[in-house]
């Protein structure tokens, strides 16, 4: 292919595409997601927002452990930047599919995988590989920069192995798995990136406030709420968690999978 | 091949595409004609699978697309220059769908080199120009080396260096045995690069023949003749069926006869003849023609 304007001087009907797989249709959503400059924005605001607003904590009063005190709480109160970077995670997540709604890629994209399903599952695996490490990096940068401030300011130190602590740390990051999962099951239902931010907000943010002002009977649905269920996980300090840390995750993890599973019928049933 | 048949999509009461059947076959150009809203674009979405037919099938190659294992080598589509995404490097856009059929870079490489866009593999493809976006996308359709291409309108924006381009390469993928399908509202471009023509009006089919043949009944119309002698000429021409109308300035617009008819009764009659055109613009006529035959015709059906 030497001539720039030439006509393609290929050997008649020779091919060199292959069967799809759901592996390559991986490769290419990761190609697209690593492609893009908010990715990476949005890992970095993730990051930061963490570590940074757990360090800033960590700068306030000495916490001393005592009976009545775990070390547990710490952490969790260390993560505080969770409840921020959750909405950076879920644009992130929206993104993945509202960003090709609103630019017409996503009938390229369809066009080469006509089974169409394949480009969902892989959209949450890339999203998904991402996402859980970056987060993971940041629970972890973000235990021991506030550890080693409190140290530093006279609190007690705290150790990874403490009781619910790694579990605490881990959580944070499987929390925001979820998360990003349910922004891409949104952005693939709602198709627009206002619409599909909106919701996670409402749903994330908005309705646990909500839900406390409302009469007795439907606020009793407030622990349920996602953000508030999968809280339970690394013990979002600000509601009362009455299910227990991987039961509440479960309950976050079913919020996923049926909003997966409603993007993934609106995928297979409408037309591009 | 694409093959064709009872193809209907309904969006509420409004048929886009009305019991549509035809065949485009593999080793010759094949343009797809209609007016804006004829239902050429929905049909080349359910070609692709994008679309569900609301009844009616199509097959490419003889197999029910979206079922194919491999789908880039069997059909290679540009929708239009927008289906890119804007955030990523056109090298990206292209790896992004070449990923899903295991094709690697350089064959990425080549078509980015095919298609003109060496210089600017890396920059962001939501700043290039329309026409630029219909090169992506054109290299996007070739990635499979596809047996089957179909370009929605592939030479809206491009320059006319892109357009003789878009030309020859539809010619060569047609002599390499491939089947190409292109759409246009450009009847004169059509003519150039099509062998083939599948006509769409209202969502129906009006018409399923050769260029040769459209250009042929389209040629019985006007001639452009300039010529000093133009009273001497319009005698000469003179006879039932054929009118000659004059602007002044020493050219005649002749309905009737032939151009080759023209010149035979100029060379007899010694009248110097500077120019002989066949009036292109009755390429068009004779297409507007029958189009507009068709949007009546289903005006009247409904009625």
């Given amino acids: 292919m030497s001539a720039g304007l030439g006509p393609a001087p290929a050997a008649p009907m020779t091919t060199v595409a292959r069967p799809v797989t759901q592996a390559r249709v991986v490769r290419s959503e990761w190609t697209k997601l690593r492609g893009l400059r908010s990715t990476w924005c949005s890992a970095l605001a993730a990051v930061m927002l963490i570590v940074g607003v757990g360090a800033g904590f960590a700068g306030g009063k000495p916490y001393r452990v005592s009976p009545g005190h775990p070390a547990v709480t710490a952490v969790s109160v260390s993560l505080f930047g969770i409840l921020i970077a959750q909405l950076v995670i879920g644009v992130l997540g929206v993104l993945v599919f509202s960003g090709e709604y609103g630019t017409g890629m996503i009938r390229a994209s369809l066009a080469v995988v006509p089974s169409r399903l394949p480009v969902l599952w892989a959209k949450l695996a890339a999203v998904a590989g991402l996402v859980l490490p970056v987060t993971l990096l940041a629970a972890v940068a973000d235990f021991f920069v506030a550890t080693a401030i409190q140290s530093a300011r006279g609190g007690t130190a705290i150790a990874l192995t403490d009781p619910g602590v790694l579990r605490t740390v881990i959580g944070a990051s499987l929390y925001l798995t979820a998360a990003a999962v349910i922004g891409v099951g949104l952005g693939g239902l709602l198709k627009k990136t206002a619409a599909g931010i909106s919701a996670f907000a409402a749903l994330f943010l908005v309705a646990p406030v909500v839900a406390t002002y409302l009469p007795h009977s439907i606020a009793a649905i407030a622990p349920y709420l996602p953000s508030s269920a999968g809280g339970a996980l690394w013990g979002q300090p600000l509601v009362a968690h009455p299910l227990g840390p991987w039961a509440g995750f479960a309950v976050l993890c079913g919020y996923a999978v049926l909003l997966t599973g409603l993007a993934a019928w609106r995928l297979r049933r409408r037309d591009a | ?303």
Wanted: glycine share 12%; with cysteine.
């Fill in chain 2, 1 to 303: 091949m694409i093959e064709i048949d009872g193809l209907t999509k309904r969006y509420g009461d409004k048929a886009a595409v009305d019991g549509l059947s035809f065949v485009v076959e593999p080793g010759v150009v094949t343009g797809f004609l209609g007016p804006n809203g004829a239902g050429k674009s929905t049909t080349m979405r359910m070609i692709a699978g994008l679309d569900r037919p609301t009844s009616g099938t199509v097959r490419v190659n003889g197999k029910h697309y979206p079922g194919c294992a491999a789908p880039m080598a069997e059909l290679g589509i540009l929708l239009d220059a927008r289906s890119v995404h804007p955030g990523l490097s056109a090298r990206n856009n292209l790896l992004a769908l070449a990923r899903t059929a295991g094709i690697g870079r350089r064959r990425v490489d080549e078509v980015i080199e095919l298609a003109g866009l060496a210089e600017v593999t890396g920059a962001r493809a939501g700043g290039f120009s329309l026409g630029m976006g219909q090169r992506l996308g054109v290299a996007a359709a070739l990635l499979g080396r596809p047996q089957t291409v179909v370009l929605d309108e592939p030479v809206n924006g491009l320059d006319p260096d892109g357009v003789r381009w878009i030309r020859q390469l539809l010619k060569s993928l047609a002599e390499e045995g491939r089947t190409v399908f292109l759409s246009s509202h450009l009847m004169s471009e059509m003519a150039q690069t099509a062998t083939r023509l599948v006509i769409l009006g209202r969502g129906k089919l009006i018409a399923e023949t050769s260029v040769d043949d459209f250009i042929g009944r389209a040629e019985a119309g006007d001639v452009l003749v300039r010529t000093p002698e133009a009273v001497s000429l319009s005698r000469a021409l003179a006879g039932p069926g054929v009118t000659v109308t004059s602007d002044g300035s020493g050219v005649l617009r002749v309905s009737g006869v032939t151009a080759e008819q023209i010149g035979t009764a100029a060379w007899r009659a010694h009248l110097p003849v500077f120019e002989l055109t066949p009036a292109q613009a009755s390429l068009e006529e004779a297409f507007m023609q029958v189009t507009r035959d068709s949007v009546e015709y289903h005006a009247g059906a409904t009625r």
